[in-house]
């Protein structure tokens, strides 16, 4: 069976990551091609019919799914209009910009949550199979010493429209709601679930006319005594290098943020493990034949699905409301909160 989808959101990550992934895959029919925006359209419609509007898409009813690369502060709206259609969702994280925003998502009822697939692409990539094996297999020792760099959206001057856009997204709120669902569900995905508590935080703003603190980070405790020091930052001139590194007695993996090129250090020396093809294909590739398979009924249930969403953007609020708390404290830390997992069917209140 083909699916037919259509992809609404014709900016950076959907013209560039989405389009192409649909086009490449031959079980996938492009249905349509939807952004208010007439000169974002004309970039797109030669590849597709093209719409302003997603409701008048919604009124074809040979339309299975819908990809959505939306700005998270009309996703979650979308998502509740498109699932209430009968239709399934791969919806762009951050599902919406806040766990209040995200109200709408919280009320969809079961039939209509499992229709939705979020966008956390990069939990399908190899690499991170393959890191998740080695420290289920004791390979580099526990407790782990995690680090993350996560430094990206660069101010370049050529690029005045970028600079734009994501000065506008820093409005909505600190690089980490933005970048810290990727990396929550990287680290929960490979240290055997969601942190235990966010112990502090801090952020700051490299320059005074931005809206919101570029620069921030926290540190939090997972599963089995891992520590992880994470620190997101968008918008500087020059960025520091974006990597991951993975500390124990017995090893030390370095993971490159871009490409998720892996460095395994031993006491039998280094391993290097490099994926073909390039990361952002690889996984835009494998999360689309996961949708795919949910939409024509081959697959159950989502990967990720929207608690998974749901639990990334919390955390990634939470540790933004700590960062901002420590900025206030002017150089003193805040004090330890436990990571609730609230957005999850179970989850237990916080521990004071
Ligand atoms: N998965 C990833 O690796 C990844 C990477 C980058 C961005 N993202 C996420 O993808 C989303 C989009 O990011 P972007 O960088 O492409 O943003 P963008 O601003 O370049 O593009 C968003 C597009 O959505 C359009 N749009 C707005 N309202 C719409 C509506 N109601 N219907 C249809 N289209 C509408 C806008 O006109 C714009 O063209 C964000 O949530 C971002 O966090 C994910």
């Not at 349509?32 to 093209?50: E, Q, S, T």
């Not at 990597?243 to 460095?263: I, P």
């Not at 989502?302 to 990334?312: F, K, N, S, T, V």
Request: net charge negative; glycine share 10%.
């Amino acid at each position: 069976m083909t699916a037919a989808l259509a992809l609404a959101g014709l900016g950076d990550i959907g013209l560039h990551a989405h389009l192409p992934a649909l086009l490449r895959n031959p079980a996938v029919r492009v249905a349509g091609l939807v952004d208010p925006d007439p000169d974002r359209r004309a970039l797109a419609a030669a590849n597709g019919p093209a719409y302003a509007d997603l409701a008048a898409l919604l009124d074809d009813r040979t339309v299975h799914g819908v990809v959505l690369a939306t700005p998270p502060w009309v996703t979650s709206e979308l998502i509740a209009t498109v699932t209430g259609t009968g239709r399934f969702v791969l919806a762009e994280k951050p599902v919406a910009t806040s766990t209040r925003a995200a109200s709408v998502l919280r009320d969809l009822p079961p039939a209509h949550r499992r229709r939705v697939q979020v966008g956390l692409t990069y939990r399908h990539d190899p690499a991170l199979e393959l890191l998740r094996e080695w420290i289920a297999d004791g390979v580099l020792g526990e407790p782990l010493l995690v680090r993350a760099h996560i430094h990206d959206e660069r101010r370049d001057a050529a690029l005045p429209e970028h600079t734009r856009r994501i000065e506008t997204t820093l409005a909505h709120g600190m690089p980490v709601l933005h970048e810290g669902a990727h990396v929550f569900d990287w680290l929960a995905f490979l240290l055997g679930g969601p942190p235990l508590s966010v112990e502090d935080g801090w952020s700051l703003r490299t320059r005074r006319d931005l809206a919101a603190p570029n620069q921030c980070g926290a540190r939090l405790r997972y599963p089995r005594g891992a520590v992880a020091l994470v620190e997101f930052g968008w918008l500087t001139g020059a960025l520091p290098r974006c990597e991951l590194s993975f500390l124990g007695d017995r090893g030390h993996v370095l993971l490159d943020g871009r490409t998720f090129a892996m460095e395994l250090h031993t006491a039998d020396g280094v391993e290097r493990v490099d994926f073909e093809p390039d990361r952002a294909t690889r996984c835009f590739d494998r999360q689309l034949t996961r949708f795919v398979e949910l939409v024509t009924g081959v697959r159950e249930a989502p990967e990720p699905d929207l608690d998974d969403g749901l639990g990334a953007l919390e955390l990634s609020e939470r540790v933004a409301g700590i960062a901002e708390e420590g900025a206030r404290g002017e150089g003193t830390v805040s004090p330890a909160r436990k990571y609730t997992g609230a957005g999850r069917p179970g989850a237990r209140g916080r521990t004071p």
